[in-house]
């Protein structure tokens, strides 16, 4: 069997889940069939991955036509696959025009979806009733659709009421425990400025609204003086959002020491390092469907305290390996209450930077609850599984 991933993420040009999610389904689909990997960007060294850039006359145009002008030459490399699997929206109107082109099986993963992020209109202008057009005509049309968690699947029957339940499964993102475990290194620390016999609080996301990285600045204001506190943050959305961090985290510059603001992309294992030796990681996102990252965090045996949203509540075991912040959220995914979301923030991760001994043990417990319950292998299994029942539903 060839199945065809289409992605606009892909290593080593990776900048969030869904990136992270294709890179290693790929690798242990690999091991059950031909795979082929289309994505954007630059041209890949690797065999079977192929990838598109913005094509000639769309250089000025609004970056989501952009997109679907990518998506229209990626399609046009799936014939003679026998199903196409896409991920996000940047992908999914690939899928559904080679689903009608050459007639296989398109299955799309949801890993967000565009109605509940509003604010990607600052982000995209016009466009984003653009991406939003492409995100429900592909989901309408999918032989199968995968939700990352159930609060995804629940998202996903809510937000496009005319996908028959029946066709939306559940598979979980996952986590490769072997590369994702505690490193006992600490040159990264001192690279970037972070001192090792200090606890730390780390956060690891793009400056985007989802991520609620302002909320989690807001909340610092009142953390233990004596606490660091590590931004692994970059990629804004927005020059907007880009300024707004700046000045919050020159703020808490102003009143505490100990404020690390990364910027750049780090390679893998400096992130497993931070990950490690921090106090406790902070997870502030106000829609996340699953939150990859928080599994990273646990696999590397570090208390988390993350937001009550989405999926995560599936992944983060409240009181066992974290704490849960709760929030209440308008329509537009921000909390009703920002001033209280904050305060809750604040309050949990002093509860665990008091009690070292507490973040210890839900670091313990969440590596076990990652190696027993997100297993990569398992989740290509099942996936595949589904590739094989709609190959043969399509023949």
């Known amino acids: ?21 294709v890179e290693y389904l790929a690798r242990e689909l690999r091991r059950l069939a031909d795979v082929r990997v289309r994505c954007f960007g630059a041209p890949r060294d690797e065999v079977g991955v192929a990838a598109y850039r913005v094509p000639g006359g769309l250089e000025t145009a609004n970056p989501a036509l952009q997109v679907l002008g990518v998506d229209l030459e990626m399609a046009a490399g799936c014939a003679g696959a026998d199903v196409v699997h896409s991920h996000t929206w940047y992908a999914n109107f690939a899928g559904q025009v ?8 398109h299955v799309v993963t949801t890993h967000s ?50 996908i028959s339940p029946d066709r939306v499964r559940v598979i979980h993102n996952g986590i490769d425990t072997v590369e994702y475990a505690p ?44 606490a660091q506190i590590v931004l692994c943050a970059g990629a804004p959305d ?57 599994l990273e965090a646990m696999a590397c045996e570090t208390a988390v305290v993350a937001t009550a949203t989405g999926g995560i509540p599936e992944v983060v075991a409240d009181g066992v390996t974290g704490l849960l ?30 009690d070292p001994d507490r973040a210890a043990a839900m670091g313990a417990a969440g590596r076990s609850r990652a190696v027993e319950h997100f297993s990569w292998r398992s989740i290509a299994e099942r996936t595949h599984r589904l590739y094989t029942t709609l190959a043969r539903v399509g023949t």
């Open 113 to 162: 979806l565009e109605p509940l992020r509003p604010w990607k209109a600052e982000q995209l202008g016009g466009g984003y009733a653009l991406s939003s057009w492409a995100e429900r005509s592909a989901l309408a049309s999918a032989d199968a659709v995968i939700a990352v968690s159930e609060g995804m699947r629940r998202d996903v029957l809510t937000a496009y009421p005319e």
């Open 98 to 105: 080679a689903k009608t082109l050459y007639g296989m099986p």
């Open 238 to 294: 927005t020059a907007e959002i880009a300024e707004e961090v700046a000045s919050l985290v020159a703020e808490l510059g102003r009143t505490r020491k100990g404020v690390v603001w990364i910027s750049e992309m780090l390679p893998r294992p400096e992130v497993i390092q931070i990950l490690t030796h921090a106090a406790v990681f902070v997870c502030p996102s106000v829609y996340e469907p699953m939150g990859i990252v928080n």
């Open 325 to 354: 912040v709760p929030v209440e959220q308008g329509p537009d995914g921000e909390p009703y209450d920002p001033g209280a979301f904050a305060a809750a923030i604040a309050e949990r991760v002093g509860l665990l930077l008091a």
């Open 183 to 226: 490193s006992r290194n600490t040159e990264a620390l001192a690279r970037h400025g972070i001192d090792p016999a200090r606890p730390y609080v780390v956060f690891v996301g793009r400056i985007t609204r989802q991520k609620g990285l302002v909320h989690l600045l807001r909340a610092a204001r009142s953390f233990d003086p004596g």
């Open 1 to 21: 069997m060839r199945v065809d991933l289409l992605s606009r993420e892909y290593p080593p040009e990776v900048y969030g889940g869904a990136g992270v999610h």
